[in-house]
């Protein structure tokens, strides 16, 4: 009830120092007597189990990778409800990402831009931190995606994933394959065939019989690419997929064209980006049949998004954007509203 003075307030912040303060602010809540129990205690969601990729999920509202890149805020996550949190992209070499400002918000449209660039402190700073963890209390999804380091292309760029893949798996639920990031220094994906054959080949060999794969798609790719892309993903042993990275594409937009002409190159996120990625869920579910686990992610706000992507064949959802915008009762909310 307090979250739309308190967001009035961090609005007033550039985005990145809104989102240090509000975590700072919570870990300092969490560790006072007493504080953990009080806001488990209002934020609490409604049990919706579900079981998944062996595991067992109490609802399945999850926070999307790039909020917690370095897993320092599993614990924190869980407290507000989250019945799984992503955590990274995490590359092989640690990376400051772009220049700043490299996030912006959309409030006409409920949307973010980010050109983040893949800013985190690498895959075994990460490995460390997971090893530590007092408690893992929900499970917890590692995303790696390749160093923000334009020369790092081909063989290289394999074995930049393989060293993450190698130093998170055994600390990782499930392993989330990120080769749809529009930042990704270089502007390419890993979702042209020729690159993602043997990534796919060296990521599964590198995980050997560890968690299960997941790999994380575009919004923007054509059906027929993304029907080759969810094929390869499976003949390689994926167990499925998350649905979907940020998009490129601005139509239809409320903000105007000057002020995204100034903020230039970036993902979005958000409002804009749910029918879109409900569409690319219902596509590859129709591709991949039953079996395959499908997290879908993209402009989830509260309980009519969360159906619309279970009802186009999700299993597991996340948010991100939402979380910013609606603030921590966000997946009571829709955890409320799914019943
Ligand atoms: C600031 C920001 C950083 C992100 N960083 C990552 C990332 O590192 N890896 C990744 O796979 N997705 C990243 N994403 C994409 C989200 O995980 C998610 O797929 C996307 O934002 C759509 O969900 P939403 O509309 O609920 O935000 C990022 C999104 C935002 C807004």
Redesign the pocket.
């Known amino acids: 009830m307090i979250y739309p003075l308190a967001r009035r307030m961090l609005f007033a912040l550039p985005p990145e120092t809104a989102h240090r303060w509000t975590l700072g602010g919570l870990h300092a809540a969490l560790a006072v007597p007493g504080g953990g129990a009080l806001i488990r205690r209002s934020t609490r969601a409604p049990g919706r189990p579900v079981e998944r990729l062996g595991l067992r999920f109490d609802n399945p509202v999850g926070l ?4 917690d ?1 370095d897993a320092r805020h599993v614990e924190a996550m869980a407290a507000l409800g989250f019945g799984f949190v ?1 955590v ?2 995490v590359t092989a070499r640690p990376s400051p990402g772009n220049a700043r400002p490299r ?1 912006f918000r959309l409030p006409a449209d409920g949307a ?1 831009i ?1 050109r ?1 660039g ?1 800013n ?1 402190g690498g895959a075994e700073a990460t490995a460390a931190r997971l090893a530590a963890l007092r408690r893992r209390p929900v499970p917890i999804f590692v ?1 790696v ?1 390749k160093t923000h380091d334009p020369a790092l292309s081909g063989e290289a760029a394999i074995a930049d994933y393989v060293a993450s893949i190698a130093a998170v798996r055994g600390l990782a639920d499930a392993l ?1 394959l ?1 080769i ?2 529009p930042n990704s220094g270089d502007g390419r994906t890993f979702e042209d065939p020729a690159l993602l054959r043997p990534l796919l080949a060296a990521a599964a060999g590198a995980l050997g019989g560890g968690p299960p794969l997941l790999v ?1 798609v575009s919004p923007d790719l054509e059906p027929a690419r993304l029907e080759e892309v969810a094929r390869l993903a499976l003949d390689a042993g994926a167990a499925g997929f ?1 649905a ?3 998009t490129v594409d601005r139509g239809g937009l409320a903000t105007p064209g000057s002020r995204l002409e100034a903020i230039g190159p970036g ?1 979005l ?2 409002a804009p ?2 029918r879109r ?1 409900v569409a690319t869920v219902k596509a590859l579910r129709g591709f991949v049949g039953p079996a395959p686990t499908i997290v879908g ?4 706000r509260g309980p009519a998004e969360a159906r619309a992507f279970l009802a186009a064949g999700a299993d597991l959802i ?6 910013i915008y609606g603030g921590p009762g966000t997946v009571r909310r829709i955890c409320e509203g799914l019943g």
């Open positions: 999307a990778a790039g909020f890149k992503e990274g992209s996030l973010l980010n983040m893949l985190n995303n995606a989330v990120n749809s990031c994380k998350t979907t990275n940020t993902g996120s958000g980006l749910h990625a992610v993209g402009g989830i996340q948010l991100y954007t939402g979380f």
